[in-house]
Structure formats: C-alpha cells, structure tokens
C-alpha cells in the first residue's frame, strides 16, 4: 500500500518543542489578518508579501514567533522547501495550526518507527486525548523499511519520505477536504486539470458525488475502487472510513477507458490521499457513525516534486540528487551517463543516507535489536553498495577512512528546512557513522570473500548438473554465525549473481543454535548418549507458578552429568525433569526460582536454579541433600517464597524502570537487554550518552511516587494482536505466540512479558539506582535495587554514614562539609609538602652542580648522570631544571630515582645548544627507560621516562652516562 494511505500507523507527537514552521492561529472570525488572506496563490507569486501576511498573521494571533523570511529570488516556486512551506501556508491561510514533525521514534509502544504523518495525532483520533486545536497542518518526517527492496529500482520508493498533510478534528469534513485539495493542487500547484485522475471507495456515493458535480472532475476520470485500496481501518475494531486519492498522469495521450489501470507506474503516481474517518467499526464488524467526523490526508513531498520538477523518478529532485551527486563524485562516475545499475547503486546510497542521518539524529543508534538494527541494517547495505561502486575510504586519499560521514555532511546541508536542529547534532553523526562503517567493513571483506567462494562452488555445480544454482541454508548460517556476515546482504549478493537461498534451512539452524546455545548455558546435553530418546518421552512441563509457590509433581527424568539415568542418590549434583512445577525457569531476563523437592520425607532436593530447555522443558538443577531420587515417583515442589518475591519485586520494578526512562530522556530509548536477580536488577537500553545526575534523581523520583500510588497490577492473556493495539510494547526480536501475557500498571506501563511481578507497586516499597554505565557504543546500563534489597542497601549505607559520623565527630548532614574541608587541608599539605621536597631537590642539585664533568673539545659541554635516590617525579624535574639553570648553556643532566616500590623516574634535560647539535631529550630517554622496564619521551630539551624495575637503575644510568659523552664528544669536537 502506499505511503500516503497508511495513516493506521500512528503514535502521540511527544513533548519536543520544535517547531521549526510560522505557526498560524487557528480560524477565527476576529482575525483580519486571515480574512484578508485572500489566496494562496497569490503568495506563492509575490515572495516578499509571502513573508508579512505571515507575519501579519502571527501578529494578530499574538504570537511571538520569529518572523518569516521572505524567499530569496533565486529559490524556485518548484523545489522542494518551496513546495513544503506553499503547503502548510496554504492551510494556515485557512486556519490549520502548523505543529512541527514528531520524532521517528514514536511516542507509540506498538509502532517500531513514525511511518506515517497522522502518528502524532493517533490519542486524538481515538478520542483518549481532547483535541487542543479544531485542525492542524504538518510535514513529517517518515521511515519505511519494508519496501526495502524497491528502493532504486522504481521511480518512488522510498525508506525516508516526507509527508504533508492536513488535519480536521471534528472541524470540517468531506466538502471541504476536496475542495482544498483540488485548490491546491490546481491552483496554488499549478497542476493541470486534465492531467489529475481521483479514486474514491465504491460505496461511497457522497464523495464520488463531491468530485464528480461540485469539483468537475469527468465521470471517467474518476475510478471508484475496492475495500483494499480505498477503505482504511485503524484495526479490527475503532475508527475508520473511506479514503480518496489524487493521481497524477504523466501520459494523457493514452486516453481515457475503462480499463485504465491507476496502479500502472508507467503512468500514473498517487500523490495525495484524503482519509474521511467517519465510522466505528464495532465487534460484530458492523459500522456506527462517529460522533466526531475527523479528516486525514497525507502528500508525499517526493512525488510532488518530481511532478513539478519535471523529471523521471523522485530520486531526481532537489531533495535526493545534490545527496546523489556527491556519491557519483566520490565513486568517480557520471549519473547522467551512468548504466541502470550504476543509478540503482547511487540512489540507494542517496535514499538510505536520508533515513540514516535522521534517526541517528533522532537517537536511534545502530545495535543488533529494535530501531538500532534498523540503522544499522541501512548502514551496511549503504556501505556494501558504495563498495561495489569502488568507492574506498574519504574522498582525502586516506583508503582506510570511511566515505559515508562524507555523504552525510551533504544530507545536513540540505536539512536547514526539514529540520535546523539536525546541524547542532552534526558531530554525533558523523562520529557514529565513521565508526560503525569500520567497524563493519571489516566484517564485509571476510565474509564477502568466503560468499564469493560458496557462490563460485554453488554455479559451478548448477552448471554440471544442469540445475537451477542455489545456496544452502547451512553455508548461509555459517557466514552469518561463524562470520558475522549479515544474512540481508548474503541474500542481495546471492540475488545479484543469480543464485537462490534455501531460508528455511537457515531458519532452522537459526533455532537449532537457540536450543544449542540455551541447553549449552544450562550445562543440559540431552543429546549425549540417550538424550534424545529421553526428550521424546517427556512431555512439556506446565507451569503453574503464577498461582501458587507449591504443588504436587511427577518426575519424568533425570539428568547425572548431563546423562539419563533411572535415580540418583544423596550428595550428587541432578537435573530433575517434572510434569508441572511451580518453579520459574529462566526467561525474559528474570533467573530461574530456588527451592526444594521433597520426596515423601525420604528424600529432599536443594534445588539451585531452574532453566527451560529443548522447548518447553524446564530443567531443576539441584544437590540431593538426603536420600535416593529416582524417576516415577512423586515429589513436593515447594518454591522459596521470599526469593521469589525479591524477584517478582526486581521485575516489576523493571517496568516502572523503562516507563520512567521513556518519560525522562525520552521516547526514543528502548529496552536492549535485562537481568531480573534476587539481589538486584539491571536494565540495559539504547541512548547516545551518559545520564546526568538530574536526570537519575528525577527516574528514582518517579518510580518511587508510582510505588507510592499503590496501584494493583492487571495481568491478562490475550490474542497478541489485541495485544499491541492496546499499547503494549513487545521487545523487538522476540518470538511470541499468537497468545501473549500483558502486564500492566495502569497509567505508567504495559508490556507483554511472562515473568512473575506483584500484585501492587506498593509491594515493592522503594527503589535506588546503584550505578549507571555505558557497555557499548549507544547502550547504557542502569543497576538498581528494590524492595528488601533497597532495604538492605539503605541500612547497609546508613551504617556506613554512622561510622564516618563517628570518625569525623559530625552530624550526617554536616558530613559534605567537613569532608570538603578535610579535602582542603590535604590538599594544602599536599603542596606544602611538594614545594618542600621541591626545594630539598634543588638543594641536592646544587650539591651534584659540583659533580660536572666536561665533555668535547671545540665546545666545552658541562654533564651531570646522577641518582638522586628516592626523589619523586615531580621534584626530580624541578632539579634538572636548576641544574641546567645554573651550569648554563651549553648543559646536559640525566638524573634518575626510585621513589616508591617497583617504580622509576628518569629525567633528561639539554640546553638549547646541546639540542642544537641533534640530540633530543625525549628520543634518548627512551631506550634508558626500557632498561628499567618502562618508556617515556617529551620534547627535544626535555624529557620524563618511567619504569618498573629499579634494581636496573643504575646499570641504565651508567648506559645513560656512557652513551652520552660518546655523541656529545663527537658533536663538541
């Protein structure tokens, strides 16, 4: 479906205010400024009376936004910031507010990226928020991955796309909606009637009526079509209606029939879908009027300006070719002469630098999961397809630099009317694009040539054996796992050369490394010996531990050493299998519960740890402490009750965790890993810098009022569908089923998640962030604690503050400022001491003034080579200096020392005409260092040096002292 027809998925704008458009009062009466503003077309003609009716119209509104620049006389009414600003002041004159783009990481759990320009406003068009103005105009920035493929190869796909659009909230409806559209398009676009073509829903008589009697548009150029391209739902159930589509022809001459086909690209291009949301649809699938009519449309800035532009495909406009130029330059080539694939290369480079640059913009920084993996899936089809161009390193020679941050720059200098913020966050951009380009190509020349050898193999043997040449899904996965090569890119180069791929061979080694890699973490080897017949045997374990901590169970294996055995006796280490189980196994980020197996008082089981393998099949891993356990008997399976509390506190407080972190840094972080212990959680999530201590408070803050506010959790299993409708976020590369469980504290959080949690944020009685840490480029790290252990944490700091209380003979609160005095004091006597062990240097080194020895012949060269004991670093520097001073030019001092255990300090120091004669402080201190087992350098005339070993110290001074007078004596004679 087209861009412009996916208003389904959309999210809230969240609070970010930027508006980097004039923002017109809404329509009012009182207004002159409005009445006056007679037609848009008349502004587009006279830029300079653009910019004071606009300001104008701000002026009467009260506003105090800066004023509109008027247009420069060389920008053109057809490029694309023209056709953008015409828009949005076409609908301010009739009373829209411009709101600025949302964030491409929307403020919606159940939408991964902003893919439409209606998103912002989803809360209002479901009537969970109150309208705040009657209608809105907007450009929004979008990105659309799943057309991915086409990006290149046709004239109008796109991953980054602008959308303009108009917005009624119950304020107008169809009349208008169509009126304004053909004006728009006819008059202030300038677009040739006979040239439009419209779309309507083949039921929707009013519409068609509209364009056909009061607009004027022929019968047969109007196509009534079908529930699937002209019908548009928010879901199963909610909001929906008919939708209408403006098509531009490029080929009039072809006629006018019945069989025209607007889905024909050769020919047509949709540019503009008016949405009329004027039904509910109901749980029987019937429709009710709504209450509030709501208009929404959506233009897509891209195809408007190939239209006005005139030229073959959207790629070619102002907005994308200056992108693609600067990759032709980089690649040495002609686009105008270049071949179909060549063109291909370069606009996708040009289209994946747009989405690139923006959403790393927008804090989205590449990572193996969620958005992250969308940049970084961009990054490396934008570095492989410039590699195939034969574009190597930065355009400055350096063939092991990185060309995409090069290309970027130019996707920021056209940002200036999309987005001005873009330019502040330059150096971030660039900074990650260069690095995550290295870091990859690596990855690309090893695996590229390892696929160029199976590709080879895979067309040699389809040669001999006259067969269709195909790769399997085992080398596939051995690229991807061994390799790191990215299965996407294996399957375009496969593509490329002809050669197919059997993915669902790939997908299962995929799933046998998942159950590898689990039964591996769990130390299980059901496939040693008679493993595999015992999981034949066993069937999954049900779980009932959400209702209860004990309960009754069969065993139906055991494990000894990772080996089926019939029964084992007390002392061993055993993995015990059972039919059902109160026991969590190990998921979702929250370990596995601990307890204990009794076996009718004969035996007991102190079960460490339960994990799921195989499956379904739950694995307690434990020490028989009494008796003999053997398979087929009954067992009591009894849960440590206030372990799994920790647990289910930690896990609750997981969620609050991320709610906060979306609330205070923003909507564009999202969870990317998670450990829920009994002693503490951690919570991993994507961000592009360091918390501020601010920022941490207001988190800890939050939480703890959402813990105060006693709210009782709803758990709910449902279809996972209604699942997302309903708001609740899915981590990104999970594999869930059709039926999910949700858990939600409302008002704060709702997530799918199978863990155990509390019945009430009250239950988890606090909560205090121990730490916060960056682990890898764009992931921070968050370790808290809650419940008994921020109990057990605050007692323990509390016990900690007594003491130093005690010790400094304060109150806690006057703790800062004595510690701050303290501090203070050491810090003098710090220096005290320093310019005492200064001045008991220099002494010394008045005392080894007399120590000189003369060296050279022409020129008389004064030498010190002397230890100085136990003298530290700085006070060793401090002599050398005097000495220098006071033997005068031309001079040379080497002094060493030893001033802590294991530790060297080596200093050399030359006059200017000691260095004038070629020799160098910090290139012969050097070698003297690595004596002592250290290194160092400096300047020519001066230099420190280090090392390990000081019982070498003065062997090295006497090397020191040798090499020394041998090149000064052939310098000085």
């Not at 020919?267 to 509030?292: A, C, H, T, W």
């Not at 294996?557 to 026991?583: A, I, W, Y």
Request: charged residues 25%.
């Amino acid at each position: 479906m087209e861009a412009s027809k996916l208003p389904c998925s959309f999210a809230p704008f969240p609070s970010r205010p930027k508006c980097h458009f004039p923002i017109s009062p809404a329509r009012a009466p009182g207004h002159a400024a409005f009445r006056n503003y007679k037609h848009s077309s008349l502004i587009s003609r006279n830029k300079s009376a653009r910019g004071a009716i606009q300001n104008a119209a701000a002026a009467a509104a009260g506003l105090t936004t800066a004023p509109v620049q008027a247009l420069t006389e060389e920008e053109e009414e057809t490029s694309g910031n023209s056709i953008r600003r015409r828009f949005l002041e076409f609908y301010a004159a009739r009373g829209h507010k411009i709101l600025p783009s949302s964030s491409l990481v929307p403020d919606d759990p159940t939408v991964l990226l902003t893919i439409a320009g209606m998103l912002q406003f989803k809360p209002v068009f479901l009537g969970k928020v109150a309208r705040q103005v009657p209608s809105a105009t907007t450009s929004q920035r979008c990105v659309r991955t799943n057309d991915i493929e086409n990006v290149g190869r046709t004239s109008r796909h796109h991953t980054f796309f602008e959308m303009l659009g108009n917005f009624s909230f119950g304020d107008y409806f169809k009349k208008e909606a169509i009126k304004w559209a053909w004006e728009l398009s006819t008059v202030e676009y300038g677009l040739p009637a006979d040239n439009l073509w419209i779309s309507v829903y083949e039921d929707d008589e009013e519409t068609y009526a509209i364009w056909h009697d009061e607009i004027g548009v022929p019968a047969d150029r109007i196509k009534k079509m079908g529930e699937e391209d002209n019908f548009w739902t928010s879901g199963a159930t909610g909001p929906c209606g008919p939708c209408s589509e403006i098509y531009y022809d490029f080929h009039p001459e072809r006629g006018q029939h019945s069989a025209v086909d607007l889905n024909d690209d050769t020919r047509f291009i949709e540019f503009y879908n008016l949405v009329f949301m004027q039904f509910n649809k109901k749980d029987d699938g019937s429709l009710e009027p709504l209450k509030q009519k709501n208009i929404d449309t959506g233009m897509g800035l891209e195809r408007m300006a190939r239209i006005l532009q005139k030229v073959p495909n959207n790629y070619e406009t102002d907005l994308i070719f200056p992108i693609i130029e600067k990759v032709s330059e980089l690649a040495n080539v002609s686009y105008a002469r270049a071949d179909d694939s060549t063109k291909t290369k370069l606009k996708v480079i040009g289209d994946h630098m747009r989405a690139i640059v923006y959403l790393i913009s927008d804090g989205v920084f590449p990572s193996n999961i969620g958005r992250g993996y969308v940049v970084r899936r961009l990054i490396r089809r934008a570095v492989r397809t410039g590699r195939l161009l034969d574009i190597r390193g930065d355009e400055n020679g350096n063939l092991e630099g990185a060309f995409l941050p090069i290309v970027a720059e130019k996707v920021i200098d056209l940002s200036s009317e999309i987005d001005p913020d873009l330019k502040s966050r330059k150096s971030r951009i660039l900074e990650e694009l260069k690095r995550e380009e290295l870091r990859f190509v690596v990855t690309l020349e090893r695996g590229e040539k390892l696929l160029d050898e199976m590709l080879d193999d895979a067309l040699g043997k389809a040669k001999v054996n006259n067969a269709d040449p195909f790769l399997s899904g085992k080398d596939a996965f051995l690229l991807y796992d061994t390799y790191g090569f990215p299965v996407e890119i294996t399957m375009e180069v496969a593509d490329e050369r002809g050669v197919s791929i059997d993915m669902s061979c790939f997908d299962i080694e995929m799933e046998n490394q998942r159950r590898q890699s689990q039964a591996a973490h769990n130390t299980v080897k059901l496939t040693v010996e008679n493993g595999s017949e015992l999981t034949e045997n066993i069937p999954d374990t049900e779980f009932i531990g959400y209702d209860t901590l004990y309960s009754k169970a069969v065993i139906k294996g055991l494990l000894l050493s990772g080996k089926p055995v019939v029964e084992v006796s007390q002392g061993n280490e055993v993995e015990v299998l059972l039919d059902r189980t109160p026991f969590y196994a190990e998921s979702g980020g929250q370990i596995g519960d601990r307890g204990v197996l009794k076996v009718n008082n004969t035996a007991v089981i102190e079960i460490a740890d339960v994990q799921k393998s195989l499956g379904n099949i739950f694995v307690h891993k434990g020490v028989i402490k009494e008796g003999i356990v053997a398979v087929g008997r009954e067992v009591e399976a009894a849960v440590d009750a206030k372990l799994r509390q920790r647990a289910k506190v930690h896990h609750t407080a997981t969620h609050l965790l991320q709610a906060a972190l979306k609330k205070v840094i923003g909507q564009e972080t999202s969870q990317a890993g998670s450990l829920v212990a009994f002693e503490r959680l951690r919570f991993d999530f994507n961000f592009h810098r360091q918390l501020l201590d601010h920022e941490l408070t207001k988190i800890e803050d939050l939480i703890n009022e959402w813990i105060g506010d006693a709210t009782a959790l709803q758990t709910k299993v449902m279809p996972i569908a209604d699942a997302k409708s309903a708001g609740a976020i899915a981590m990104f590369g999970e594999k869930y089923g059709e039926e999910v469980r949700v858990v939600n504290v409302p008002g704060v959080s709702m997530e799918l998640c199978g863990g155990t949690h509390v019945s009430n944020t009250s239950e988890i009685r606090g909560f205090k962030i121990i730490s916060e840490q960056g682990i890898s480029s764009g992931v921070r790290r968050i370790e808290a604690v809650a419940g008994d252990a921020f109990i057990e944490y605050v007692s323990e700091r509390d016990n900690y503050m007594k003491q130093l209380c005690s010790t400094l003979k304060v109150k806690a609160e006057e703790v800062p400022a004595r510690v701050g005095a303290i501090m203070e004091e050491l810090r003098m006597v710090k220096t005290e001491v320093s310019a005492a062990r200064a001045k008991t240097a220099v002494y010394k080194a008045s005392v080894l003034a007399n120590k000189a020895f003369h060296v050279g012949t022409t020129t008389q060269i004064r030498v010190v080579v002397e230890l100085m004991d136990d003298t530290d670093a700085d006070s060793l520097k401090c002599a050398a200096e005097h000495l220098v001073d006071v033997l005068q030019d031309p001079a040379a001092i080497i002094l060493g020392s030893f001033p802590g255990e294991d530790k060297v300090s080596l200093v050399a120091a030359f006059s200017p005409s000691v260095v004038s004669m070629g020799i160098q402080a910090g290139k012969f201190i050097g070698p003297i260092a690595k004596m002592c087992g250290g290194g160092g350098g400096g300047r020519p005339n001066f230099a420190q040096a280090g090392g390990r070993k000081p019982e070498n110290l003065s062997s090295a001074l006497e090397k020191a002292k040798t090499d020394l007078v041998s090149v000064l004596s052939k310098k000085a004679s």
